[in-house]
Structure formats: structure tokens, C-alpha cells
């Protein structure tokens, strides 16, 4: 048996809590239920600065919508805010940096509905 006493000890209790099903469902549920369908969230970036160097697209499906003040995002699910995208920023990335145990980051099914029309 180890002793962990690194910093990551908090991050992988949770982890385990996951693995044995101990978090209680309300965790799971989205912060932002409305924001669960990505086109949903494509379309709230009408406004997006066009000089940002992150795209609405990447944003929505990295479970993020545009709050319309700046460059300020949400996530739906763990409601996280991020904002002040620069370039080589992949929303992706900074959303699971940022929210490590965001359910939507981990792959959980928290309800999101994939754009059916995405420009990949
Ligand atoms: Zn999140």
C-alpha cells in the first residue's frame, strides 16, 4: 500500500468516489440543462468577438456556450467560467485543466446532444 501525499490526493479520491459509483447523482446533473444540446450552444455565440483566436464551434463542443460579455464562456455542465482565450488555446484543453472533474471533461453521459451538422 502507498501513502500518497502528493498533491494529486484529492483528485484521485475522486477519481475512486467515481470508480465505486459513491458520488450521489446530483453531481452529475448540469449546471445548465438548456445548454445540454451543442447547437444549442453554437448559436449563443452570434456575437462572438471575431477577433478571438478560439472558435464557436471548438467552444460548443467542448461543452462551453458564450455568456455575451467579452470573451467569456460557460461550461453547461460543471458551470465553469473561462475567458481571455489567446492564441494556441484549445478549449478542450483549458476546460479540462481548469475543471479536472468536470463530468462532461470525463465522459460521463450528463446529457449532452452532439451537433448532428458539425463543420469537421
Ligand atoms: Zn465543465
Not at 446530483?26 to 444540446?37: K, N
Amino acid at each position: 500500500g502507498g501513502d500518497v501525499q502528493a498533491t494529486d490526493e484529492a483528485s484521485e479520491a475522486t477519481d475512486f468516489s467515481l470508480r465505486t459509483g459513491d458520488v450521489v447523482d446530483e453531481t452529475t446533473y448540469p449546471m445548465v440543462p438548456h445548454m445540454c444540446d451543442e447547437d444549442a450552444r453554437f448559436q449563443t455565440f452570434q456575437a462572438w468577438p471575431p477577433s478571438s483566436p478560439v472558435r464557436p464551434r471548438d467552444l460548443a463542443q467542448a461543452g462551453l456556450f458564450y455568456e455575451g460579455q467579452e470573451d467569456r464562456v460557460q461550461c453547461f455542465c460543471c458551470g465553469i467560467q473561462l475567458s481571455q482565450w489567446v492564441s494556441g488555446d484549445d478549449p478542450w484543453t483549458e476546460h479540462s485543466k481548469y475543471s479536472r472533474n468536470c463530468f462532461f471533461i470525463l465522459g460521463h453521459d450528463v446529457g449532452n446532444v452532439p451537433s448532428l451538422n458539425g463543420d469537421s
